[in-house]
């Protein structure tokens, strides 16, 4: 099993809300690599391949993902993220206009907000304004997930060595 995490980032350095979702990634008991997809983004790319528990950065540095359009990025993730059983995205805006996107493209349901990680295909996630919290199986063969950012502990910035690929 395998997840791909959507990194958020400004090209320079990754944004905290990408280690939480890491952290749920890990939760997952899946090998984690990262997607950073955004206009000279070496330096992001540099930032998670030091995450620990990572096994690769992919690094799409290309102008059309400047400036985190979903349009184009949603394409990419969709296209490289048929390889993966999960892909994961921290439920900030970014991710929120992506992520919906992703799944309609490859035709699954998406799982929002979700706040814990029960097993590899069991989520518990807030509705009714948080004042219920549902407990979601999917028998979806792809998971595409948006992390609460709140819900997990950000893993450590520092300390591993994955490789970069372009």
């Keep these: 099993m395998s997840t791909l995490v959507i990194a958020e980032h400004d090209n320079a350095s990754l944004k ?4 939480n979702a ?3 990634a890990q939760a997952m008991g899946a090998a984690v ?3 950073v997809a955004g206009a000279d983004c070496g330096g992001a790319a540099e930032a998670a391949a030091q995450v620990p528990g990572i096994g ?3 690094c799409a540095d290309n102008a059309a993902y400047g400036n985190q359009l979903a349009e184009n990025v949603s394409l990419l993730i969709a ?4 390889q993966y059983e999960n892909i994961v995205a921290p439920a900030t805006t970014v991710g929120k ?3 919906p996107r992703v799944a309609a493209l490859l035709d699954v349901a ?3 907000d979700i706040i814990s990680v029960e097993s590899a295909d069991t989520f518990t996630r807030p509705i009714y304004a948080g004042n219920v919290i549902a407990t979601v199986q999917s028998s979806d063969p792809k998971k595409v997930i948006t ?3 709140t819900a997990f502990d950000a893993v450590s910035a520092e300390g591993g060595s994955a490789d970069i690929e372009a």
């Design 56 to 58: 690769k950065v992919l």
């Design 147 to 149: 992390v609460r950012t």
């Design 33 to 35: 690599d990262i997607l």
């Design 97 to 99: 206009n992506t992520m």
């Design 79 to 82: 296209e490289i993220g048929a």
């Design 16 to 19: 905290v809300a990408t280690l």
């Design 110 to 112: 998406q799982i929002s």
């Design 22 to 24: 890491v952290a749920a």
